[in-house]
């Protein structure tokens, strides 16, 4: 694992490309869960999430060590291969991205927009990663994780970014995908030495990881049935999981009506986008809203990236319920509705 030094050098060239993003305490937010809440926007990168910090160091530290590399190949649900596209075109490599049937169209459309091939492959993130290793010892191209120590320490300058700028926070509530967000935290809060909980928040239908952490083992699920893609993970990564089991406190399950829920509350709370995975800190924090009255927390919004066909059928469902009144609020009822 890599130390503060090295920490700070890979924020200073990603900073190159992607500027430091900002982390806000939202009123509204702080109403709605009694508490001072404070959020990374990782949803305001130039790829619309915190994966693109991974790929620009991943991609500038591969080129020092082979530099006349044919072609590289790799699989993802979005967010991993937008930030793997634009650090490729920008070093004028050859990408193939793998990704599984019925993927995000928009995200799919971004990846083809920054030059990289996208082909859809099997029933699942899992499957498309199993066929573009096979593609990549087949043809001599280099694979790209989704899980790589130069990714998690590129993705990490968030957690520095956060954690420098609001140091004395109680928890933080980070999603988990593959695993290099949540990795990446822990060690950054680690190496300056706070006192802060960390608390991990999965899918209740692609659970792995925290059947995972409750077991000590890994226990791999046969589905990952959520529309927030980018917690849609299966098959743990051992390295991940020892470094989740030492650092984190606990992992949060939520389920898809608590993820669209924490969508609609950024929105209203804040005017920010969110994409499943990136609402899910935010879904976890408000099902622990009584551990966390009158604390100072921090959830992590890690992408925008959702589409426009889901987002809208998310807030035309929020339409039709009665808008859910917050601690305090004076306002008068709506009509048909007691105070």
Not at 25 to 32: F, N, Q, S
Not at 124 to 152: C, K, M, Y
Not at 295 to 313: F, K, P, Q, T, W
Request: proline share 5%; hydrophobic share 45%; glycine share 8%.
């Amino acid at each position: 694992m890599f130390d503060l030094h090295q920490l700070r050098q890979a924020a200073e060239l990603i900073h190159q490309s992607v500027p430091p993003t900002p982390q806000y305490t939202w009123p509204l937010l702080a109403e709605r869960l009694g508490c001072q809440v404070w959020a990374k926007h990782e949803n305001h990168t130039p790829a619309g999430a915190f994966k693109v910090r991974g790929g620009v160091l991943y991609i500038n530290e591969l080129i020092k060590r082979e530099p006349r590399l044919p072609g590289l190949v790799t699989a993802t649900r979005g967010n991993h291969g937008i930030s793997l596209a634009m650090a490729a075109r920008n070093a004028g490599l050859r990408l193939q991205i793998l990704v599984p049937e019925g993927n995000s169209a928009e995200k799919n459309a971004a990846m083809r927009a920054c030059g990289a091939e996208v082909v859809e492959y099997g029933r699942d993130f899992d499957t498309a990663r199993q066929r573009a290793a096979e593609l990549a010892e087949a043809n001599g191209w280099h694979f790209v994780p989704s899980l790589h120590p130069d990714l998690i320490k590129g993705v990490a300058t968030y957690a520095l970014e956060f954690l420098e700028a609001v140091p004395d926070l109680r928890r933080v509530y980070v999603p988990i995908g593959l695993g290099s967000g949540i990795c990446g935290m822990i060690r950054t809060r680690d190496l300056l030495g706070l006192n802060m909980q960390i608390i991990g928040v999965v899918s209740s239908a692609a659970d792995a990881y925290a059947q995972s952490f409750e077991q000590g083992r890994i226990v791999c699920t046969e589905t990952a049935n959520t529309f927030a893609d980018g917690m849609a993970c299966r098959m743990p990564s051992p390295d991940a999981l020892e470094i989740i089991r030492k650092g984190a406190a606990r992992i949060v399950r939520v389920d898809d009506a608590e993820i669209r829920h924490a969508i609609v509350a950024f929105h209203e709370d804040t005017h920010n986008l969110a994409e499943g995975a990136g609402a899910a800190a935010l879904a976890a924090a408000m099902q622990e809203r009584e551990r966390n009255r009158g604390e100072r927390i921090g959830v992590v919004l890690s992408g925008a990236n959702i589409d426009r066909e889901v987002l809208a059928s998310i807030f035309g469902a929020a339409l039709v319920r009665p808008r859910r009144r917050l601690v305090g609020d004076r306002r008068s009822p709506a009509k048909g509705q007691t105070p």
